[in-house]
């Protein structure tokens, strides 16, 4: 075990530690760091070792853009400028195997230092709810994730508090055999690009036993390989539990991203509130398309803005998703969800969404039903409301079974419980609906 006070570092919050760290990393095996605070710039860990923050123990990043890595420094690294930040980041793996990042310590972004707290734009969330974003006034050398490993094997990340990510905290791309346990994720409840844990192109992932509270998508399911070196766009053996979820503006899990598949995952346990959205899945976002297919959810607590949305297609009126584009094999079971915001499964042309299931679920709903999608400086895109629990188009062989849907306070505003439209095979059994379901022509 490597001490970095025995390498120099001196974990007062003042002093630049990081060649003091990476010395100790470089020596190989699990690399200790005690009590304090350990101002840093990038650090790349190695096989066959780690770190282990002590109970009390801070990595905090540095505010200079200089301490990090260049953002061509390995050849899988993408800068994702449109969303105005650099490629640096603070803890880095690529092409690693048998890694780890453990303890009781924190890991702090120091997020807030790069957004212009002085020029915020103010967002309506709801009737009664505003917030300010600072997220346009970005420093242009704002750090991208915040933990970047890259085609890894055998990843353990377990225990740590991962705080105040400048962007994405925890982001996974290509890695294989990884586990994520008992880690606390907290972010920037007003901006947007603060996810959890993004796990893109990855195999044999488990996700468990988290607490996360950010600003954009808490987790994400992604398939986008352009950058990879074995160019495997598929994630695939995936399973998320026992996790309470925040997604202050965005979706508790969000499922979609890429042009490749993402597959045969499980969602179980998880109680995802206090969020604009609760599950969401989408194959094209702008340009081509993901498959998404074999997805069980089971024993979800979802209190979101808007429960659900499968979607092929992320608007209307965009050209035809690619031929063969699909989501099918999807099973929600033992499930409650409250929302104010219908909820959608919407098909495409070209696609075929299909065998979606629902066992034995209550969705409860209150709110004001049909309402604009704002989408100036009045109001907060993605707040359009249907005037039904359950919009359903052009999809096939969807069940609902044992589905109960019940409504809190002033319904007026809702018309149906359901409407169909260009649906095939859609089928109920002992569900119970109050305001019944319209079939559109």
């Not at 990081?18 to 096989?47: D, E, H, R, W």
């Not at 690294?77 to 969303?83: G, I, L, M, T």
């Not at 695939?236 to 979706?251: G, P, Q, R, W």
Request: with cysteine.
């Amino acid at each position: 075990m490597q001490n970095v006070l025995d390498f120099g570092a001196k974990g007062d919050g003042s002093t630049l530690d990081t060649a003091a760290i990476q010395n100790a990393i470089n020596a190989g095996g699990m690399v200790y760091i005690p009590k304090g605070t350990y101002l840093t710039g990038t650090l790349y860990l190695k096989s066959n070792g780690g770190l282990y923050l002590e109970a009390g123990a801070t990595l905090r990043a540095s505010h200079n853009r200089e301490d990090y890595n260049a953002d061509d420094f390995c050849e899988q690294n993408e800068v994702f400028s449109a969303e105005l930040v650099t490629g640096a980041h603070l803890i880095v793996a690529v092409e690693q195997e048998n890694i780890f990042i453990k303890g009781e310590g924190t890991i702090d972004g120091e997020g807030r230092f790069w957004m212009n707290e002085s020029n915020r734009i103010k967002y309506q969330l709801n009737e009664n709810s505003w917030i300010e974003s600072p997220e346009y006034a970005a420093n242009p050398e704002r750090p991208g994730q915040m933990i970047f490993l890259c085609e890894c094997k055998n990843v353990m990340v377990s225990g740590v508090h991962i705080v105040n990510g400048p962007y994405w905290h925890l982001f996974l791309h290509g890695c294989e055999d990884v586990i994520v346990k008992g880690v606390t994720i907290r972010g920037d409840k007003t901006r947007w690009t603060n996810d959890g844990i993004d796990i893109d192109c990855c195999s044999r992932v488990t996700v468990s036993d988290c607490l996360i509270e950010v600003g954009d998508d808490a987790i994400t399911l992604r398939a986008n390989g352009k950058a990879l070196k074995k160019k495997e766009a598929v994630c695939e053996h995936v399973t998320i539990t026992n996790c309470v979820l925040t997604a202050y503006m965005d979706y508790g899990v969000r499922i979609g991203v890429g042009y490749g598949a993402i597959r045969n995952c499980t969602l179980s346990n998880l109680i995802i509130h206090n969020s604009h959205a609760g599950i969401g899945m989408t194959a094209r976002f702008i340009s081509g398309g993901t498959n998404i297919e074999n997805i069980i959810l089971n024993s979800l607590q979802i209190f979101a803005h808007r429960p659900l949305e499968l979607r092929l297609s992320a608007a209307d009126g965009m050209p035809p998703v690619p031929a063969s584009t699909h989501i099918r094999g999807v099973h929600f079971s033992n499930s409650l969800m409250k929302g104010d915001l219908s909820s959608c499964i919407l098909g495409y042309e070209n696609g075929d969404l299909s065998d979606i299931v629902f066992s034995n679920m209550d969705i409860i709903y209150s709110g004001c039903g049909a309402r604009p999608c704002a989408i100036d400086e009045r109001g907060f895109y993605g707040y359009d409301s249907k005037d039904m629990a359950f919009e359903i188009r052009k999809a096939k062989e969807i069940t609902f079974k044992d589905v109960r849907i019940s409504w809190e306070g002033d319904a007026a505003g809702w018309h149906y419980d359901m409407t169909l439209e260009q649906t095939e095979k859609v089928t109920f059994d002992r569900c119970t609906f109050l305001k019944g379901i319209k079939e559109m022509e």
